[in-house]
């Protein structure tokens, strides 16, 4: 089956009133941190420095918030398949293994353009409505951009791992709350520990955690070194392959 | 049927990611060494006093020729307490008359002085209050990828350039300024 045929498949299954419920929370979302953040500045005479730092945590969070929404997004969608049998339908109907996983990878990539579109037009219209358009300009930069979309598709990617390898949506849901949970207290444990035992204090293990690597690698305001980005492109090809390998080869039931 | 048809495109999609993350890190590392370089060569100490009509305190004339180590800091600050002990440390090992350390706070003296002994701070730095308009110079130094952040620690050599300027609590730079000033004593005692 062709791409294009894949795609159109998957976007027919789209519109479904869970869909339209996180893809609408995420819009309100985004526009309500927006609408906050250039309301702040706008009631007071703030500096342009200022500008800039809240800026940068308001588009932080706007890609942490939608990269949850887009990890529950994902987990609903393929754990609905399995729930409702409709995997097992496509497949007697003529649909391969790698087909229905490439087209759950274009639900994830459309999910991610939607929240990156969404989040650069809020605040592309906070700015406006502001007058601080030259601040934006300086803030929303190539780097920027690159960032946010990473951040979204890594979680995407993220999701896919979780729902191909477990099935169950409570599963993986759960796995993606308590996994992030899990790895800041693991880096808490080695800041407060580690760090006050003088333990090779340059050692930061949230390089290493699957998670929390990618922050490091792109929030960093520090020379990010070659290795962590090494780091992250292995948990990347880990995300996108073990579901893909797991999935041809496990049992369709879930 | 062929198996595994699929695996190029992800196998694609997996490395321009990663291709995008190396292009948006490289990007930030040039701007962060050229920010850190451009910064580097200026000679703050200069700026600060003609900025400030040498009526300042805390930073003026009288520094010049001299290592400076800065701290901003304030008592509500955790990370800034964190660090003081570290920080006394460094005054009790370094200075002398051609290190000073400078201690700097935006909030009222009173009142950081009772918040001081209600916590059984010392602070061995020569503390400086009410310093808005020096500390705002001192931020205005800050690189694009740099927050707002408090503590801030800088140490200006003796041409009045910034030898580091960095933001929260960091053991690390802190072994690192340490090292940097058993160097600067080491290279003055051999010159007398």
């Known amino acids: 089956m ?30 309500a941190f927006s609408f906050l953040f250039f309301y702040q500045f706008s009631s007071s005479a703030s500096e342009s420095d200022s500008f800039m730092d809240v800026g940068r ?37 003529g649909f391969s293994r790698e087909d229905f996983y490439v087209g759950k990878f274009f639900v994830m990539l459309f999910c991610v353009l939607f929240a990156l579109i969404v989040g650069v037009v809020s605040l592309t219209i906070g700015s406006l409505a502001l007058g601080k358009w030259n601040d934006f300009l300086h803030l929303m930069d190539v780097t920027f951009v690159i960032n946010f979309f990473i951040q979204l598709f890594y979680n995407g990617i993220f999701a896919l791992f979780l729902i ?34 003088e333990i ?17 690698v792109l ?3 520090e020379y990010i070194h070659p290795s962590s980005i090494v780091i992250t492109g292995l948990y990347i090809l880990l995300f996108l392959l073990i579901p893909y390998f797991s999935f041809l080869k496990s049992d369709i039931k879930s | 049927m062929k198996r595994f048809k699929r695996l190029p495109f992800l196998l694609i999609v997996a490395f321009v990611a990663i291709g995008l993350i190396v292009l948006s890190v490289s990007l930030s590392n040039t701007v962060i060494k050229k920010g850190q370089a451009e910064r580097a060569q200026k000679n703050i ?39 003081i002990p570290e920080l006394n440390e460094l005054v009790k090992e ?26 059984g701070i010392e602070f061995d730095y020569e503390l400086y209050f009410n310093q808005d308009e020096l500390i705002d110079l001192l931020y205005s130094y800050k690189l694009k990828n740099e927050s707002n952040a408090i503590p801030l620690n800088i140490v200006l050599n003796k041409s009045g350039q910034p030898d580091f300027y960095y933001m929260g609590n960091q053991p690390d730079k802190l072994k690192e300024v340490k090292i940097h000033l058993s160097k600067l004593r080491t290279t003055t005692f051999r010159i007398l």
Not at chain 1, 3 to 31: A, C, H, Q, T, W
Not at chain 1, 57 to 73: D, H, P, R, Y
Not at chain 1, 185 to 193: D, H, K, P, R
Request: proline share 2%; aromatic share 10%.
């Open chain 1, 2 to 31: 062709n791409i294009k045929r894949i795609i159109s498949i998957e976007l027919l299954k789209l519109p479904v009133m869970s869909n339209y419920i996180i893809l609408g929370i995420l819009l309100l979302l985004d526009f």
């Open chain 2, 45 to 83: 100490l200069q700026e600060i006093i003609e900025a400030t009509n040498n009526e300042n305190p805390a930073i003026n004339d009288s520094l010049k020729d001299k290592v400076v180590v800065i701290n901003v800091w304030a008592t509500w600050c955790k990370p800034c307490l964190q660090e």
């Open chain 1, 57 to 93: 945590q308001i588009l932080n969070t706007q890609a942490s918030f939608g990269g949850m929404l887009i990890c529950i997004f994902i987990i609903l969608n393929v754990g609905g398949e399995y729930k409702n049998g409709t995997l097992s339908k496509n497949l007697i109907d």
């Open chain 2, 94 to 119: 370094y200075k002398s008359d051609e290190i000073v350390f400078i201690a700097l706070n935006r909030e009222n003296e009173e009142e950081e002085r009772e918040k001081m002994e209600e916590k």
């Open chain 1, 219 to 221: 929030n960093s305001t």
């Open chain 1, 200 to 216: 090779d204090s340059t050692f930061r293990l949230d390089e290493y955690l699957p998670r929390s690597s990618i922050e490091v």
């Open chain 1, 164 to 197: 191909f390898l477990f099935k169950k949506v409570a599963i993986s849901l759960v796995l993606y709350f308590v996994w992030g949970v899990f790895e800041n207290i693991l880096t808490g444990i080695q800041y407060v520990y580690f760090k006050t035992q």
